[in-house]
C-alpha cells in the first residue's frame, strides 16, 4: 500500500496530474483509460514525479467530464473497471508512484442513486441530501447563477420545487448541513484509503459550505467547521497528501487550510496569480494583459506569508487552465525557452510543485473550429456571448485563449498518427504540432522542456534548501525580470528569470547577491535554459527568456 511512513513526505514530492480520458487510450474508441495509463507508468517513473493526481475516473454520465459523479465507488466502464483501478494502484506503487484520487464533494450527478431516490418526494430519506426551495414555475428563489451559465436553480414539477446547482443542472449541490451526507462521504473516504490511496485532491471545496439563501457559495460560514471534521474523520488516520481546490482562499484562508497541525488540509491551490490576467469583477473571458509586477507580488507574498505556518501547492496548469506556455510564454519562436523559463520560475519557489500532462513537453494552446470544442463550458459560453450580441471574431479570441479545452487536447506522445493518444478516433481532436510537440522526441534530448522538467524534479530530492529555504524577492519594481533567493543556514539559491521575448539587463541587485557569493564560496550554475549554460555570455545580459538557477553552501 502507497502511504508514506514520514509525516510531512510531500513537501519534497512533485506531483503529476493526469486527465485520463485525454492521457492514453488502450482500446481504440478514442478514450483515454486506466489501462492505458498503466502502459505509461514508466515514462512517469522516468520523469521522477512522486504521486499522480488523477481526475475523476468514477462511474458518471461525464456531463463535465467526470467531475459528476453518479457513483463514488465504482469505476466508470469508459475508463476500465474496479480491478483496472486496484491493478493501477498496485503497478503505480511497484514503480515508486502513488496516486491521489479526485474527490468531488461538492455536488454529485443527477444521475446519483441518492438524487434519484430524492426526486420520489419530500418524505424520502435522500431528499434532503441536496438543496431545496419551494416556489412556483418560473419563479427562481432568487437570481443566483451557476458558474456554467443559467441560473442556479433547477425546477421540478413532481415536487413544485427548486434544487439548487453551482455548476450544470446534472450536477445538484450536496446539502452538507446534512450530518447523513458527511457520514456517507465519511465512509466512502475509507473506503479509498482502503485500497491505498496516497491522498486526494477535493473539488471546489470551499463551495461545499453554501447559503442560497444569503447567496453565499464561497467561505460559507461553517466551511472550516466542516472541512476540520471531514479531515478529523477520514485523513488525519494517516500520512496523506490532501489538497483543497480553492478559488475563494486569501492568505489567512490558506493558512487554516494548511496549517502545520494537519487539522484540515496539506495545502490548498490559491488562484491568485493564476486571475491576475482578468480584469476584476469581469469574467475570464473578457481577456486583460498580465500585470507582471503584480505577479511578482502575489507570488512573493503567498511564498513569504505561508513560510513556517502553511504550505504551497505550486502550478501553472491544471484541466480548467490553458496552456502556460501559450498563456505568459511564448508559443512560437521562444517556446521551448519560454517553457523553461517559466517551469525553472516555479520550480525554485516553495510548495509542492504540480505539473499537468504535456506541460513537460512544452505543449501549446489550440484554434479549433467552433464545432470542434468540447468543455460544457466553453459551449455554453460560446452560445450565450452570441446570443448577447458579441461577434463570433471576439468569441472565438476567447476561446482561443482561455477555454478549458486547451489543456484538454490528447497527450501527444509521438509523431505517428493521432500522436500515439489512440488508434481510433479521438473524442477531441489532436493539437496538430504534434509532429513537432511530442514525448519521444523530447525524453532521449538532454536539451528538450521534458529533460529540464526531469531535472527540476531530482533537484527537489538532492536540494533541502528547495523544500525548507526561506524566499525574497530581489528587484521586486524590474518591469521585465523575476528574481529571487531561496536560503536555508546551509545553502542559498539564486534564481533569475527574464519574462519576456527581449534582451535586459540583469539587475544590478542580483549581480550584488551572485558577487557576493562568488567572491566567498564560490557560484556554481545548477541549471539555465540556454544551451551554452550562459556561458560566453555576459552575465549582465539576459537573453529573451532566459532563466539561470545559481547555487552555494555556505
Ligand atoms: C472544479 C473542476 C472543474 C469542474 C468543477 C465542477 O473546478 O476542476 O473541472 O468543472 O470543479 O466540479
Ligand atoms: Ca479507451
Redesign the pocket.
Known sequence: MFMKQEKDWWKRAVIYQVYPRSFQDSNGDGIGDIQGLIGRLPYLEKLGIDCIWLSPVCRSPQD??G??ISDYQDIDPMFGSLEDMEQLLAEAERHGIGILMDL?L??SSDEHRWFQEALKGRENPYHDYYVWRDGAEGEYPNDMRS?FGGPAWQWVPELQQYYFHQ?SVK?PDLNWENPKVRREIYDMIHWWLDKGVAGFRL??IDQIAKDPELKVTCNGPRLHEFIRELSRETFQKGHYLTVG?AWGADVERAKLYSAPDGSEFSMVFQFEHICLDQIPGKEKWDLAPLPFLKLKAVLAKWQTELYGCGWNSLFWN???LPRIVSRWGNDGEYREESAKMLALLLHGMQGTPFIYQGEELGMTNVRFRPEEYRDI?TVNLYRERLEAGYSQESVMESIYAKS?DNARTPMQWDDSENAGFTGGTPWIQVNPNYREINAAKQVEDPGSVWSFYRKLIEFRKRYSVLAEGRFALLCREDPRVFAYTRETTEEKLLVICNFFGEETDCPAECLAVYDDAEAQQGMELLLSNYSDNGKGHGRERLRPYEARMYYFQK
Open positions: 463535465d467530464n467531475y459528476d468531488v461538492n455536488h458558474v455548476f450536477q473539488d471546489v481546490e491544471n484541466h480548467d463550458e478549458r
